[in-house]
């Protein structure tokens, strides 16, 4: 009787691993969007460190520099939002936790800017003083900083996770490899090589 | 080296809760820096240049033992009896700091020489050796750039962007019915015509103007009309120019049309029924009119501008006014002016502000588009024809200072120091367009400046440090000029000696505008205590490091002891004081005006001059142009100086009160004022009667003489001990105690019980 038969599942227990499954490749794909992200981020805070040099250096007009600086503040704090919200979702407390300071800073600086009508935080009238700038260029090497040390936070959460769901994979997929073979002994090799390709 | 030995003078302790009379006879002079007799002669002169340290300290910690602010003041562009021009093909300037030649430079032989900023040795050119005002060779250190400190070149070509614009002025007036109410338009519409031909210009000079209420209306002056014709613009959400040209004419070719426009105006408006102010459009078409020359728009406005783009609300709570706390809205509420202003800056346009008006402006907000166009403001509260005839004369004579003053166009002023110290941060009206480079589209004569220092390396091997400040811009004339002032400073390294050097009323004008900077960006209180804290910080490292003997008392240097009395001043001030009622726009001109007057002035708003004036003799008069002017000897601001049998005139910088006693001399009513007795003086008096009596011409001449000091002119109230007025003149007493605020005496008890601490 060479034909395939759907191996015996357990009852119940598929929902759970399946479950498990879903919650370690939702957490999985929220690091890798996180670090895709934070890639950006890392991005945004070189942009601000060569953005400040170039006024220091009295490269480039302010008010040219705040009109490009100015646009691209509300992207990046947004983006940090939307990943603590994905890792909320994800259940992932520790990450959350570490993230928690930078939003509360990031919400505490836009509410302390000056009266502008555009979105944006820097004012070309005070970013000359030299306690404003040498304030921001600060920050500017600060956020890099904490958005490098994330980066390969995200990276080892990724591969964690991601082994994981490999690991468990493999497992369940070898479970399957043996519960057949103890049912279906008599299946020649070939069958259980088109097993194998079938359900690996 | 042999240095001026007034150390002892200036470091002689004083006690000050035993010395009552700190003040000195004639006003406070600057201090002398500790440098050898010919570098002093050489010296700029403190008018224009002023370190509130005179001796430098050569460490970042030195300085921060002192407590004392590091910075400079300066007047760059004042109005100079002798100014040295120099025309030279070649301007001598450092290869790497770019620093012009100046007295302090040392000649290492006859053909090189050492840059004084960042020690560079440069050749001397070919051209330099050779003295045009001696013709001689060979002795480039007595050329005149050498010998000068303040001096004046023309500038060749390569210092042009573009070539030098012509003289553009435009008027931007306000033609509402609260406007035409107040009267202004006829004073400025004479006071035009009268200085037409004094305007500052050339061949070159154009003219224009732009009125609005609710609408904005342009006036084509194009030469060979027969009259002006008004061209009404309604669509102010988007403001367009109606013509391309002939809205900025010609003066010369069109000075007909001109002043038959300014004869007309004020006729035209008289009916008008419009309550609304399109400020900010008007000010959108004055730019594009101005933008492709550059040049200075005068805005007048009597209103809160509440239609269109730029409109604002009233934010002042009239309870609010006498609040103990803090005191609100004291930034501007919209960055649309502001945004204005930097526009205009870029295209090198200066709008100057005349706020006349009798409610709240938001002058916080409409300031905003002087202070970054290097304009200036110039506010009179509750200005009407006929109710404040005071305010009428203070605009004409400041309108006719403002029409023919000189003025510089497309400027900008680069301020250089030494190496090792370094420039971070600027007050005043213009806009930091690098960091140590100011964007001045406008520079005028009543202008004045101040930045705060740092000392980033430690100036070991170092005698003697330089600044240099240096102005290029361009004369009414279209000649591209650079005004260059530089100032040198010994270095010490003991504490002492700092406080030797330092000068009380620079370091005053500094704090002022570090309290206004703190007041807006945090708090008036957190201002308020910042200036406490530097007077009890300074005179308790005095007391700690200086003092060798521990003696009771409050203990401060002779150089120092005014501060208390002037942080106490300043504490009062329109600007910075609470729990009295204070109106919002007059707070903040206050500020404005601490930042933007030259330090004279600011201090003379600070710290009023009280002199007694019934009873003026020739004793040490100064004579100028054959009239002898007395000098009465200046009062401590309390009311104990004051005597009811007396009259006392107190100068407060932009107003003047002449306070008569209740039981004044008869004599002196009669001689200077012409009335028999006390209960005749006018309630609401504002001139002096020209009498021939000696007394009057003494008194008058006392008082213009103050008066020509200045370029702003100062009205004069004179008052009787009930008059309206009689709370301003009290407020002005410092010294003395009121409901919300500590006298002098309280206010040192304060400051010795915080150092003992």
Redesign the interface.
């Known amino acids: 009787r060479s034909r395939l038969q759907h191996p015996p599942t357990e009852p119940g227990g598929t929902d759970k691993k399946n479950r498990r499954k879903m919650a370690f490749t939702f957490a999985a794909f929220c690091y890798m969007l996180a670090l895709l992200l934070t890639a950006a981020l890392i991005f945004f805070a070189i942009w601000h460190i060569i953005a400040f040099d170039e ?2 250096t ?1 490269y480039k ?3 040219d520099q705040c009109n490009t600086l100015n646009p691209l503040v509300l992207p990046e704090y947004l983006i940090h939002f939307f990943f603590c919200v994905m890792f909320l979702c994800a259940a992932e407390w520790l990450t959350l936790f570490l993230n928690l300071p930078l939003l509360a800073y990031h919400v505490w600086r836009y509410v302390s800017r ?4 555009c979105p944006g935080l820097y ?3 005070t970013i ?4 404003i700038l040498a304030y921001c260029q600060k920050e500017g090497w600060c956020k890099l900083a904490f958005y490098l040390l994330s980066f390969f936070y995200y990276l080892y959460g990724y591969t964690h996770f991601s082994t994981f769901c490999v690991i468990l994979k493999n497992v369940q997929y070898l479970a399957n490899i043996s519960l057949a073979f103890k049912f279906f002994p008599f299946l020649s090799l070939n069958n259980k090589l088109v097993y194998f390709i079938f359900f690996g | 080296m042999s240095l001026q030995s007034n150390t002892p003078e200036a470091l002689r302790v004083v006690n000050l809760l035993q010395e009552r009379n700190l003040l000195p006879p004639n006003p406070v002079p600057a201090p002398t820096p500790c440098l050898t007799q010919d570098l002093q002669k050489l010296n700029c002169s403190p008018e224009v240049f002023r370190c509130t340290l005179t001796s430098i300290p050569q460490t970042q910690s030195l300085l921060n033992k002192a407590k004392l602010p590091l910075g400079l003041l300066l007047h760059p562009f004042k109005d100079l009896s002798q100014l040295p021009v120099v025309t030279s093909s070649t301007i001598v300037r450092c290869r790497s700091c770019r620093t012009y030649i100046n007295p302090f430079v040392s000649f290492l032989d006859q053909r090189r020489w050492k840059c004084n900023l960042c020690y560079r040795v440069n050749d001397v050119p070919e051209e330099f050796m050779y003295n045009p005002v001696s013709r001689s060779y060979g002795e480039p250190h007595k050329r005149p750039e050498v010998q000068n400190a303040t001096i004046e070149f023309i500038a060749p070509s390569e210092y042009m962007l573009r070539p030098p614009q012509p003289a553009v002025y435009l008027f931007v007036l306000d033609v509402s019915h609260n406007a035409v109410e107040t009267g202004y338009l006829s004073v400025f519409c004479q006071s035009l015509l009268d200085n037409i031909n004094a305007l500052p210009g050339d061949s070159r000079t154009k003219v224009g103007f732009i009125t609005f209420d609710s609408t904005v209306h342009f006036y084509n002056l194009q030469e060979g009309l027969s009259q002006p014709q008004m061209l009404i613009v309604s669509d102010i959400e988007d403001i367009f120019l109606p013509t391309p040209d002939s809205l900025l004419v010609n003066l010369n070719e069109s000075k007909e049309l001109v002043q038959d426009l300014l004869k007309s105006l004020p006729n035209l408006f008289e009916k008008t029924m419009e309550t609304q102010s399109a400020l900010g459009s008007a000010l959108q078409a004055a730019f594009k009119l101005l933008s492709p020359s550059g040049g200075r728009m005068s805005v007048f406005q009597t209103q809160l501008p509440n239609l269109g783009v730029g409109a604002l609300q009233s934010r002042e709570d009239p309870n609010q006014r006498a609040s103990a706390k803090d005191v609100q809205h004291l930034s501007p509420a919209t960055d649309f002016y502001k945004k204005l202003a930097l526009d205009c800056s870029g295209q090198q346009v200066a709008v100057d502000l005349f706020l006349l008006s009798a409610q709240y402006c938001d002058l916080a907000s409409l300031g905003c588009i002087s202070r970054y166009s290097a304009g200036s403001v110039y506010y009179y509260p509750s200005y009407h024809h006929q109710h404040n005839p005071a305010q009428v004369e203070r605009f004409q004579k400041d309108l006719k200072r403002y029409l023919t003053r000189k003025i510089g166009f497309e400027a900008v002023m680069r301020i250089r120091c030494t190496k090792g110290l370094s420039i971070h941060t600027f007050h005043g009206n213009f806009f930091v367009r690098s960091t140590d480079l100011l964007s001045l589209p406008n520079v005028n004569p009543d202008a004045g400046f101040a930045v705060q220092m740092s000392i980033e390396e430690n100036l070991d091997d170092m005698q003697i440090v330089s600044f240099q400040a240096a102005l290029l811009y361009t004369s009414s004339k279209g000649e591209r000029r650079i005004r260059v002032h530089t100032m040198c400073l010994p270095v010490v390294n003991s504490l002492s000696d700092v406080f030797a050097g330092a000068d009380v009323q620079a370091i005053t004008g500094l704090l002022a505008c570090m309290a206004v900077d703190r007041s807006v960006t945090a708090s008036l209180s957190d201002a308020r205590d910042a200036m406490t804290n530097a007077a009890i910080d300074s005179l308790s490292s005095y007391r700690q490091s200086a003092l060798t003997i521990q003696q009771p008392g409050l203990l401060a240097p002779a150089c120092l002891r005014l501060f208390p009395l002037y942080v106490l001043a300043l504490l009062k001030q329109k600007a910075f004081r609470t729990g009295t009622s204070t109106r919002l726009d007059d707070r903040v001109f206050a500020m404005y005006q601490l930042k933007y007057q030259p330090l004279a002035f600011a201090l003379l708003m600070i710290h009023p001059a009280l002199y007694r004036v019934d009873d003026l003799n020739d004793e040490g008069a100064l004579n100028i142009n054959d009239q002898t002017i007395p000098q009465p000897r200046v009062l401590q601001l309390s009311v104990e100086k004051l005597s009811r049998e007396g009259a006392f005139l107190m100068d407060a910088g932009i107003v003047m009160y002449l306070w008569i006693g209740r039981s004044c001399h008869p004599s002196f009513l009669s001689q200077v004022l012409g009335v028999p007795n006390y209960a005749a003086v006018p309630e609401k008096l504002h001139l002096l009667p020209e009498l021939d009596t000696a007394e009057s011409q003494r008194t008058r001449a006392f008082i213009g003489w103050l008066r020509d000091q200045r370029p702003f002119f100062p009205s004069l109230h004179i008052i009787r001990d009930e008059s309206q007025l009689k709370p301003h003149f009290m407020q002005n007493m410092i010294e003395d105690r009121t409901e919300s605020a500590l006298s002098y005496y309280e206010f040192l008890l304060h400051v010795q019980q915080q150092i003992s601490k």
């Open positions: 006024l220091k009295d007009n302010p008010i000056p009266v502008m009508s004012d070309p009238t000359m003083n030299a306690d």
